[in-house]
């Protein structure tokens, strides 16, 4: 079992910057990739980034690419989410996911879950 609990959400204006956390527990953190998600109100959950277990190698959704920076610490069992330039429609529920692949962009490829953290971009 992995425990994942994320950090960072919160309120920011139009062209601001958060940095999502994601502390893991649990089972060798560095033995899992790792993603982030969204889900806006009304919408399905989307994938955003992905980061290998040895942080080697990323994944972005086409729409964040050069605004979204997705890293790890695993002497730290974090992972981590700069969102810069942020836009109003960036307002989701974020969560963190753990795959026991190597490499994971499909929602049904990741294992264990965070709970999310909300992230509002006002305009």
């Known amino acids: 079992q992995v425990q994942l609990v994320e950090s960072g959400g919160g309120l920011v204006q139009a062209g601001g910057s958060l940095r999502l956390s994601c502390a893991a527990s649990g089972r060798t953190f560095s033995g899992y990739a790792m993603g982030w998600f969204r889900q806006a109100p009304g919408k399905e959950r989307e994938f955003l980034a992905a980061?290998?277990?040895?942080?080697?190698?990323?994944s972005y959704l086409d729409s964040v690419k050069g605004r979204f920076t997705i890293s790890r610490d695993n002497a730290k069992n974090t992972v981590y989410l700069q969102m810069n330039n942020l836009k109003p429609e960036d307002t989701a529920v974020y969560y963190c996911?753990?795959?026991?692949?190597?490499?994971?962009?499909?929602?049904?490829?990741?294992?264990?879950w965070g709970q999310g953290t909300q992230v509002t971009v006002s305009s």
């Open positions: 980061v290998t277990w040895s942080g080697g190698s990323v």
């Open positions: 996911a753990a795959s026991r692949l190597r490499v994971a962009v499909r929602e049904y490829e990741y294992d264990y």
